[in-house]
């Protein structure tokens, strides 16, 4: 555990140290098939019910490549500007965990399929920020382990482990950037911001399930520190276990100000793995390896070489999405917004179900109105994500429509809303078995508005001298009398009218 | 003739009649295996149940008039014990593997029971495919019919032993270094390894992943084409598995049958004579040569001088594949497991049971492999030895450039005693000089006996080796020669095997 004395101020550590950062983020592909069996890919299930002879390493099975993965592969490649392969290989990283079913891992090594490109990623300010991309290549997950007895799920103590196969064989793509020079003050902000684009960007690709609460996006922190200004590679630290984007920042931080303490007091950073902890917003070191590891790298046998035709790859290019940041750009531009409001969107994971809002009828306004205020509540007393609501953009537009035709009050629309999310039907079904028509009837409102205005003569005759603020009082009256079904513009319509 | 002595194509012919039944045929090996098996250890499992029902289903579709499964249906076969089959154990020769049954069937197993074939059991085998002699194997060394105190070859000994004792008329073996060839050799019989990628490779259990191949093994020419056609093809399990249709080997040997070899150009590896060579096994290869000459074929010496780094480089590449291919025994999910006492953690179960359950000799390669894919010394063993296969398949393209065959003798010497050359490795290897070079060019080669050696009275092969996709060639000049010695030597050589009967 590191105390507070061992950390530097985040101000004095940028003001005396560069950071040197390193991203490599490992993505499991949502493909139906693993990467080379026929068993399925999907998260959870019941322990080792994914698996076969070749994902159970069982002797001799042999593995073939799954067609989509390479696909993947190649998109993920096109979308950061990468170049791809003409011909590349697997190979065997070897060594021994009980959670590799052959003892090694299949996965590229010197011959990636896709290499040397960028992503830009958006800052908070909107400033816009070129992470270099080293290469993305293709490998498989690992099974899980479990260790029963001992502290914290960890091996060391654990009374017996036990191996779940199921993640065994699914398709991962790692994506490692070049160093990220500089940052400076903003580097915890950087990878963050570049994990949430890279999210972004597969998500767009739609060949990940980009989960980090599951694992389905996965990232490591490589951070080093360089004195000011004198350009000295740093000794670097890879920091794993960084489950969220938030963490990503905090981790990032963590090691600069851990660092930076003890390199101020002459100290040396021990090049190693380090495991952040999310309760504490530390970072702790793994376990020390005595002798370095060798993997003993070499061109996997039993497969043979990929060569992506140019053709293919052509056809590729030509099936990807508008990408998030260009996508952005355009609707801010379409919808009229300003860098705050595109940001609000953006955070709250909201542009898409806008657009799909738009797409069925309603304003850019309205849409974005409902998503990010109303909506995003809900989203938060339920502790969903915004795009796990569930209510679809078409039933949101549905909502909008009858408020604009005067059929529902902002207020009766709210109810609406949550009868659809409470799984009560579509809005118009909600509307009917909850009774939530206006009150759109004038001889019924003429009535209560008389009543009104008989029982509060003073007000009444404030009206009649011309105080037409105090109208107010009478509607609110009214209001309460229809409970709240009826049109408040068209009551105080009313009250004026039979005022003068 | 009785039935054991008989060829697969004469029994297949008899049952497909119903001159006689499958379960006749299957019980008179399985009675054979009774008998002589205790003084061969030729088998590590006999299925006796399986065998049987698999006849019977043959003698079924005989007598019901329904079309038979394949040429060779009703036919028994031994398997080695490398190829995983359902509903039996897969050792590999090793202790690590005793008692596992695999859940799935290799292609080449499926392949022979949709086929009809008999699979009678397992052979025996040197651990994990490492060896030339059979005497690796955990399970005591297989014994060679012609001698009992002599080596039967190896890897797979179980195989050519149990066809020299006629205990099957068919057997499969796998071929990474010689595995199939040298055992043909110094038992008399015919084994050949197709081209790499010819067979598949799903369910052989791997030594050496891009030198490893199974094929036939017979006692005769033509009974190795009629069980290549049954197993060779391309499999979409195995991504190394080649596209493309089986060349016409059962043709081809029927072709050569009628003994004429004109206009076909044989070339002699000049590399494999000499030093080292038993004068009794070149005298039988020149006499083959003389044969082959007189059957109307064209020979030419032919140099291919990489040749000479082929068994240095096969010593790096094959044990560097095999230190990861074998890393899966690890006793996590199956298999032996030493140490599992509560008192040690899983790696040091992992580090206990790979100690306990391999021999020496895997062992050894394990380790010769491991050191040469380490950092620092990748470029010059693992990446020189890489280079060296570039140039040993430049000299086969050379030389296939010139002549439709190329001919060498199969094993420098004839079968060596029992425990002569296990304390020595380098002397074990050489048993492999000339069947290597294929296996690192993946092009097709085989052995066929060429009689008995003048010095010691022991079987000699001749190797002949064809260009990738081209084994039909060597079918076709093997059967030719076949037939001229048969009739130079009065009769088939295998009947000279001496009687087994009551030991
Ligand atoms: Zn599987």
């Keep these: 555990m590191t105390s507070v004395a061992d950390l530097m101020d985040y101000d004095e550590v940028v003001e005396r140290f560069d950071p040197m950062l390193g991203l490599e983020v490992h993505v499991e592909l949502h493909t139906k098939t693993k990467m080379f069996c026929g068993c399925a890919n999907e998260f959870g299930g019941e322990p080792n019910t994914h698996v076969c002879p070749v994902c159970l390493a069982a002797p001799g099975a042999l593995p073939v490549v799954n067609g989509i993965a390479v696909e993947s592969a190649i998109k993920i490649g096109l979308a950061l500007n990468c170049e791809i392969a003409e011909w590349c290989r697997f190979a065997r990283k070897n060594y021994f965990y009980p959670d590799m079913p052959k003892n090694f891992q299949t996965s590229q090594y010197d011959e990636p399929i896709a290499f040397n490109g960028y992503l830009d990623v958006t800052l908070d300010d909107g400033e816009v920020f070129r992470v270099e991309i080293e290469r993305a290549h293709m490998e498989e997950d690992t099974g899980k382990s479990l260790h029963v007895g001992g502290t914290a799920g960890r091996i060391h103590g654990a009374e017996h482990s036990l191996l779940d196969y199921n993640r065994a064989g699914v398709p991962l793509i790692e994506i490692v950037t070049k160093m990220i020079p500089g940052t400076a003050e903003r580097a915890p902000e950087v990878a963050r911001a570049y994990v949430s684009a890279l999210r972004d960007l597969l998500k767009a690709l739609d060949v990940s399930d980009v989960r980090m609460d599951q694992g389905s996006l996965r990232c490591d922190a490589n951070v080093s520190l360089s004195p000011k200004e004198t350009g000295v590679l740093g000794t670097r630290t890879e920091t794993k276990n960084v489950n969220s984007l938030r963490s990503v920042e905090r981790a990032v931080r963590f090691e600069m100000t851990r660092q930076a303490a003890i390199l101020a007091e002459g100290g040396e950073i021990v090049q190693e793995t380090r495991h952040f902890e999310e309760a504490s917003g530390t970072t702790r070191a793994g376990r020390r390896k005595e002798t370095a590891e060798d993997y003993r790298y070499f061109p996997e046998p039993d497969l043979v070489p990929i060569a992506p035709s140019r053709e293919w790859v052509e056809e590729l290019r030509l099936t990807l999405p508008e990408m998030p940041a260009q996508r952005r750009k355009r609707v801010q531009a379409e919808w009229k917004l300003t860098d705050a409001e595109l940001r609000d969107l953006v955070n709250a994971d909201a542009v898409d179900l806008v657009a799909a809002t738009v797409e069925a009828g309603a304003t850019s306004v309205e849409a974005r109105s409902w998503w990010v205020s109303y909506l995003m509540q809900q989203a938060n007393t339920r502790g969903v994500e915004l795009g796990a609501l569930p209510i679809t953009p078409a039933q949101v537009a549905k909502v909008v429509a009858l408020v604009n035709e005067g059929a529902l009050t902002n207020k009766l629309a709210r109810e609406v809303v949550i009868g659809v999310l409470d799984g009560e039907g579509e809005p118009e079904q909600v509307v009917e078995a909850r009774g939530l028509k206006v009150v759109s009837d004038d001889s019924a409102l003429e009535k209560a508005v008389d009543e009104a205005l008989a029982a509060q003569p003073d007000v009444a005759d404030k009206i009649r001298d011309g105080k037409v603020a105090a109208a107010g009082a009478i509607v609110g009256a009214v209001m309460k009398a229809t409970k709240g079904q009826a049109d408040a513009k068209r009551v105080r319509e009313l009250v004026i009218s039979r005022c003068s | ?503």
């Design chain 2, 1 to 503: 003739m009785s039935l054991i002595r008989s060829t697969a194509a004469e029994l297949a012919a008899k049952i497909h009649g119903g001159e006689v039944s499958a379960v006749e045929v299957a019980q008179a090996h399985l009675d054979r295996i009774s008998s002589v098996d205790k003084g061969i250890n030729a088998f590590l499992h006999v299925d006796t149940e399986g065998a049987l029902a698999a006849a019977k289903q043959v003698d079924d579709d005989v007598a019901a008039g329904r079309p038979v499964a394949s040429p060779l249906a009703g036919v028994p076969l031994a398997l080695k014990d490398v190829l995983v089959a359902e509903g039996m154990p897969t050792t590999c020769g090793s202790k690590i593997l005793e008692g596992w049954h695999s859940p799935y069937d290799a292609t080449v197993t499926r392949r022979l029971r949709e086929a009809g074939v008999v699979i009678l059991g397992k052979t025996n085998m040197d651990e994990f495919a490492m060896g030339s002699s059979t005497e690796n194997s955990a399970y005591g060394p297989t014994h060679n019919p012609w001698d009992l105190d002599r080596i039967p070859g190896g890897s797979g000994g179980g195989s050519s032993a149990a066809l020299a004792a006629f205990e099957a008329p068919l057997a499969i073996g796998t071929d990474t270094g010689g595995s199939i060839r040298q055992p043909g050799a110094v038992t008399g019989t015919v084994g050949v390894k197709p081209t790499y990628g010819s067979v598949s490779r799903y369910g052989l259990v791997a030594f050496s992943s891009s030198l490893d191949q199974a094929g036939p093994c017979a006692r005769t020419v033509l009974d190795a084409a009629l069980l290549h056609e049954v197993i060779a093809g391309y499999d979409d399990r195995d991504s190394t598995s080649i596209n493309a249709p089986v060349p016409p080997v059962v043709a081809a040997a029927r072709e050569g049958a009628s003994g004429d070899l004109s206009g076909v150009r044989v070339g002699v590896v000049t590399q494999f004579s000499g030093e080292g060579y038993q004068p009794g096994v070149l005298a039988s290869f020149e006499a083959a040569v003389e044969q082959l000459r007189q059957l109307g074929a064209e020979v030419v010496q032919v140099s291919c001088p990489s040749f000479d780094y082929a068994l240095p480089a096969y010593y790096l590449i094959a044990p560097s594949e095999a230190s990861s291919n074998l890393a899966r025994f690890d006793a996590m999910r199956y298999g032996l497991r030493v140490g599992d006492d509560g008192s040690h953690g899983a790696e040091e179960v992992m580090s206990l049971t790979r100690e306990a359950g391999f021999g020496a000799e895997v062992k050894r390669r394990i380790m010769i492999g491991t050191y040469a894919l380490s950092s620092g010394y990748y470029d010059a063993y693992y990446g020189s030895a890489q280079k060296v296969r570039t140039l040993i398949s430049r000299d086969f393209d050379a030389a296939f450039a010139t002549v439709d065959v190329l001919v060498s003798p199969t094993t420098p010497t004839t079968a060596f005693k029992i425990g002569e050359r296990s304390g020595d490795p380098m002397a074990m290897y050489k048993a492999d000089l000339c069947t290597i070079p294929s296996n690192l060019a993946g092009n097709a080669a085989m052995n066929v006996p060429s009689g008995l050696s003048a010095d010691d009275g022991l079987p000699v092969g001749l190797q002949i080796m064809a260009p990738p996709l081209q084994d039909h060639r060597m079918y076709r000049v093997a059967a030719a020669y076949e037939v001229a010695r048969d009739a130079a030597q009065g009769g088939p050589l295998i009947q000279r095997v001496p009687q087994l009967e009551g030991i």
